[in-house]
């Protein structure tokens, strides 16, 4: 019999709804019964991608006996994170502060009725195991504990409740952080950064794009030991096993120093964001592997994640099943040195094996069946007259692995990640002179504003009912990281593609982040005021996978204020960080977006308009893109626009002559008309 979560749109929800645990989903049904029977719950926060969560199932909510001990002790919560990080970053915190300890998935947090987090942890084995407690022990003891000590329950309620409110940053009438701030920043990265392998700390190791963002403006501003960190870092991801170095795409993260081994999940969020920081890596570096790095995501993009209509689907799970039929991590992409000879050639299996490290020591083994084998990273690169050859072996290699059962695929479509991989298209469109990648992005761009944009507002998740009939349900209240991003990524796209939508659909955006989302003492909740009631409503300047909501509000209001010469949201953005200051000023490392938007306060991005004809701007977008221009905006508005001049803004128009004309501007001071490509070149190098 299926619970309560059989008509829900999440996939991960989905694969829990014939669970014998009697799971609701996060909402006023399960709510109103924890407080009529005066019963605690049980909530537990994961994601379809999730190799833990998996675990986790298999062994207690798959299992009857303990299904029924969680039945009578508990109403039952099931939450996907990705679907509801407004409720996962409540209690994550929460965790943080009960335990002092870092959170992850599975969480699992034991609640009063009235939604207060007393109890939490994360992974537990259904028997005692690596120092945990057994899960189904566990369960009852936490139940008697709410019932006896509602007293001591309620003192340290109100204490967590205090420390949840200390997390809201206090607004500063002043704005003290300044150039100073910036270099703080890079001080800060620089003494953590691991210079032997690249990336930050030991492992794990993250992608973290918000920090390679800071570095690389960093090195636009002339720090070459900046430059030197994020290129090293670049380099060594496309090289290390956390790259698909058969299929593209990137890994959530590596297990170890070196970038080799990964968490096997793929994301659409960092893929999205690595898009577009290894076309600037390219910029700066000219490094043919970035090139190639970003044709093979976008490869992996198109084949594995794009709906039909043009949307991307979330993530594909870290497990699939292996050659004796087990669910296990990374089976899907790991090599028996047998197999490797029987699908390819002797003297490719003899390249193949000196690039990819096969023949070396095995790197990989299953923790739960000791299975060891090897996963490819790029030991070194193919010599000119290998280069045929390891081609010849990929695609051998390639195509032997798409036979294997595939990993799992989370097809729910997010705002907000599509939103990163819009902005990853746009630029490397731009960048790469890609009209079929800008295509991608606007697609992605019309199939959110046709299915998720609904009565002036955003709508966060959206999945395909199943009917082949191209029928979406897109639900659930969007969050400040959709409205920002989006944003974000229509400013690049118009880049690309001046579309009049697009700057009438940025605008929409603008007014709902200030209508729906600003605080009164600046800066922007996560939740909009019409969404409801929980715990605590958040308010944080921190970078984490993805980039700050906060942050990218702050960049993108500011950029949009630029373009349309519109004060509102310049004062705006100017409020963001004054209510972040304090975070600014004392760990300006960790607020890498909002670092990136002080710096555009301190000297505003220049907008640089080019008229011409169609054909006539390619020589002068080509030539553009070879540069790295991280505060600059062009606009590029061909032949058509004269007919058209009402949908664009006073801001923008400037008169077609027979030439190509290009005009810079800086607030509301623009240069004279510039005729020649190799002087507008020369004043963008200034």
Known sequence: MANKLAAETSPYLLQHAENPVEWYPWGEQALTLAREQDKPILLSIGY??????????????????????????????????EERPDIDQIYQTAHSMLTNRSGGWPLTVFLTPNQEPYF???????????????????????????????????????????????????????????????KLAFTSLESSFDFEYGGFGSAPKFPNPADITLLLHQAKAGNKRAESMALQMLSAMANGGIYDQLGGGFCRYS??????????????????QLLFLYCDGWQISKNIRYQQVVEETIAWLQREMRDKNGAFYSSLDADSMDANGHSAEGAFYVWQPADLKKTLTPEEFVVASQCFGFDRAPNFEDPHSNTQAWHPYMVRPAEQDEIVMLMSAQTKLFEARAKRPPPGRDDKILTSWNALAIKGLARAGRVFNRLDWVELAQNAVDFIRENMWKNQQLLATCKDDGSGNANYRAHLNAYLDDYAFLLDALIE??????????????????????????????????????????????KQGYDNATPNGNGIATVAL???????????YLQAAERALKAFDRNLVSNPAACASLAHALQEFLTPPSIVIIRGKAKQMV???????????????FFYLDETWDKNKQDLPATLQRKLTTQVNAWVCQGVVCSPSLSELQLLLKSLAL
Not at 143 to 159: D, I, M, V
Not at 506 to 531: N, Q, R, V
Not at 558 to 568: A, C, M, N, S, V
Request: charged letters at 20%; glycine letters at 4%.
């Open 48 to 81: 379809s991608a999730c190799h833990w969560c998996h675990v986790m199932a298999h062994e207690s909510f798959e299992d009857a006996e303990v299904a029924a001990i969680m039945n009578a002790h508990f109403i039952n919560i099931k939450v996907d994170r």
């Open 255 to 272: 297990v170890d120093a070196r970038w080799n081994i990964p968490h096997f999940e793929k994301m659409l969020y960092d893929n999205g």
């Open 493 to 538: 796209l118009m880049q690309d593609n001046y579309r009049a939508e697009d700057l009438a659909f940025a605008e929409d955006l603008a007014e709902a982040l200030l209508a729906d989302f600003e605080a009164k003492d600046g800066g922007f909740y996560f939740t909009s005021h019409t969404h409801e009631m929980l715990i605590h409503r958040p």
């Open 120 to 182: 939490t942890g994360t992974y537990f084995p259904k028997t005692p195991r690596y120092q945990l407690p057994g899960f189904a022990d566990l369960i009852p003891r936490v139940a008697q504990f709410y019932h006896e000590k509602k007293p001591e329950l309620a003192t340290q309620n109100s204490q967590l409740a205090e420390a949840l409110k200390r997390t809201i940053p206090t607004s500063s009438n002043v704005l003290s952080a300044n150039e100073k701030t910036l």
């Open 619 to 633: 020589v002068w977008r080509n030539a553009i893109a070879q540069h790295y221009y991280p505060h600059h905006l």
């Open 558 to 568: 500011q950029k949009l204020g630029h373009i349309l010469g519109e004060p509102r």
